[in-house]
């Protein structure tokens, strides 16, 4: 059963950072996409960055290039999202997801953890 676990999240000042954490198990991710999506109240989840589980390659979203760094920890099964200087507009539900052809897109992920909110005040 793959369980993708979130951590790391809370409440932060304007200007702050954050590392969240994603610890996956439940099957091997060598050649999966993992990725890190965010949902703020009434709005769609957006795609934040990804990263291939066996080659490091990544892939950022424009609007969050230059603050947020994805990586991976293979011995630990753990991937990671450093925020830095995070905004008000930041704060939403992070969530981490695990799929074979992971891109941009939401519906391209086949497993989901449950989330770690992250609150950004002003």
């Known amino acids: 059963q793959v369980q993708l676990v979130e951590s790391g999240g809370g409440l932060v000042q304007a200007g702050g950072s954050l590392r969240l954490s994603c610890a996956a198990s439940g099957r091997t991710f060598s050649g999966y996409v993992m990725g890190w999506f965010r949902q703020a109240p009434g709005k769609e989840r957006e795609f934040v960055a990804r990263?291939?589980?066996?080659?490091?390659?990544?892939h950022y979203a424009d609007s969050m290039k230059g603050r947020v760094t994805i990586s991976r920890d293979s011995a630990k099964n753990t991937v990671y999202l450093q925020m830095n200087s995070l905004k008000p507009e930041d704060t939403a539900v992070y969530y981490c997801?695990?799929?074979?052809?992971?891109?941009?897109?939401?519906?391209?992920?086949?497993?989901w953890g449950q989330g770690t909110q992250v609150t950004v005040s002003s």
């Open positions: 997801a695990a799929g074979r052809y992971g891109v941009a897109s939401a519906n391209s992920y086949d497993y």
């Open positions: 990263i291939t589980w066996s080659g490091g390659s990544t």
